[in-house]
């Protein structure tokens, strides 16, 4: 009997050890901008695969090459998405109605390098709604 017990136990255990890992890395790449709407994640080497999903947090799990994200919410929220990531404003631009806002987070992983400076959170204002990325966007607002 007791021979039987023990290989029963090191498999539940591992099975345990395993569903905490998959647990653990499900909450680690939970989307960033969680409430937004037209959420993209931007794949590979570049921003040259971008994939719209209705369901970023299964495509952020299974998918190992997503480099960046972005969303979109209605209004102006760049306030509260500056405060959610505790991020530092490093320089605005402003184009054809559009407030950019480029910022710096040690909440958000890599950035890429703009006027000198690491930029890894992009936030765009203008006709009454916001665009969030990391990065930063790309595409279209």
Known sequence: MRRICTPLKTLAALSAAALCAFFFCALMRRPLFEGGYGYELYCGT????????????????????????S???????????????????LFVEEAAGVVNYYLYSEKLPRGV??????????????????AAGTPIIFGGF
């Not at 760049?78 to 991020?87: T, V, Y």
């Not at 000198?116 to 709604?129: F, K, M, S, Y």
């Open 113 to 130: 390098r703009l006027n000198g400076r690491e930029v890894n959170l992009h936030i765009a204002v203008g006709e009454g709604r916001t």
């Open 71 to 89: 969303a979109r919410y209605e209004g102006d929220v760049s306030a509260e998405i500056m405060q959610k990531f505790s991020a530092k404003l």
């Open 46 to 69: 570049s921003s040259a695969e971008i994939v719209f999903t209705e369901t970023p947090a299964l495509d952020k799990l299974f998918r190992l090459d997503v480099r960046g994200e």
